[in-house]
């Protein structure tokens, strides 16, 4: 890679340990979002509710340390290296939503977390990702690429609000994945104004762009968690578009690099292609665990009770 050591040395274990206390706040927040009525999209009152749950307070301190991790880790590295170690979060959180209902990941759950880390590695070693830099480009190119992530995050909430209930919450978990990639590129920028000095980061817009876009975001996505009968199919979809995001942003609004050519290109398909088949056997099995080691039936009933009575409006609690 075309980065001195010392800055990946802190660009990556920063970055995984970002995704694993990402993973355990998704685990948290999402077993917490049961337990609460379900209002509607981007209501402020469920964060209310919210707010009176333990479990949801060690989810939020969670996200605190993984957001300081990732600006961390953004301060050292490129997007396109930071942002697909974060795809590493989905696997933490197999683990954390194992351990909060009291059983263990089975070796369909090990195998895709293998998959997953596979595909990441070949993938960033075939592409080299160098840094761009810290600022936005000047010019037009920030215009495109802005309306097409609005018009995906829009597309994304019409799907929640006019699809059938099964798979409503696959567009909300798409927008929050738009949302979040959004505040990862903006906070590389705000990364590198705190290197140069906290003072600086007051005088550039991003600032103020990531204090609107990051609650909004962090706001859907625990509607996805709530609406969702389990974390893993909708944590897949934002786990994939978040990096996705952010690779458009670094390569479109921050001049990264990345390696190229024909057997390059090739290869980075294979390698994404092996990243969304982990991602895909473990959003399978977190969605059909099996009965003889998860007890599954009676926790598949129990959900349904929960999310029946959060659907009434009384609060399911546990």
Request: hydrophobic content about 55%.
């Given at each position: ?83 697909p170690l974060l795809v590493t979060a989905l696997p933490f959180a197999g683990g954390f939503a194992a351990w909060l209902e009291g059983r263990r990941p089975d070796g369909v759950v090990l195998l895709g977390t293998l998959i997953c880390v596979a595909g990441l590695s070949a993938l960033l070693m ?193």
């Open positions: 890679m075309n980065q001195e050591l010392p800055s990946l040395m802190v660009a990556v274990p920063a970055a995984i340990a970002g995704a694993a206390c990402m993973g355990l706040a998704s685990a948290a927040q999402a077993r917490a979002t049961k337990e609460v009525p379900v209002g509607k999209t981007l209501h402020p009152r469920l964060l209310l509710d919210l707010a009176r749950r333990p479990l949801w307070l060690i989810g939020i301190s969670a996200t605190i340390a993984g957001l300081g991790l990732q600006l961390v880790a953004l301060g050292f590295g490129p997007l396109m290296l930071v942002q075939l592409a080299r990702p160098s840094d761009g830099t810290n600022r936005l480009l000047p010019g037009g190119s920030l215009v495109p690429l802005a309306i097409a992530l609005g018009l995906v995050a829009l597309a994304g909430l019409a799907w929640s609000a006019l699809v059938s209930r099964p798979s409503r919450v696959l567009g909300l978990a798409l927008a929050t994945g738009v949302f979040y990639g959004l505040t990862a590129g903006l906070m590389k920028v705000v990364a590198g104004d705190l290197r140069e000095g906290w003072q600086v980061t007051f005088t550039h817009w991003t600032l103020y762009v990531v204090c609107v876009v990051g609650p909004i975001g962090f706001l859907l996505s625990q509607n996805t968690f709530q609406r969702g009968r389990l974390i893993a199919p909708s944590l897949a979809v934002i786990t994939t578009v978040d990096p996705l995001v952010g690779v458009a942003i670094g390569v479109w609004w921050m001049d990264e690099k990345a390696a190229t050519g024909p057997a390059v290109l090739a290869g980075e398909v294979l390698a994404a292609t092996a990243i969304v088949i982990g991602i895909s056997l473990l959003s399978w099995r977190n969605s059909h665990p099996a009965a003889a080691e998860t007890g599954s039936a009676g926790a598949e009933a129990e959900e349904t009770q929960f999310a029946l009575k959060a659907v009434d409006g009384s609060p399911a609690r546990r």
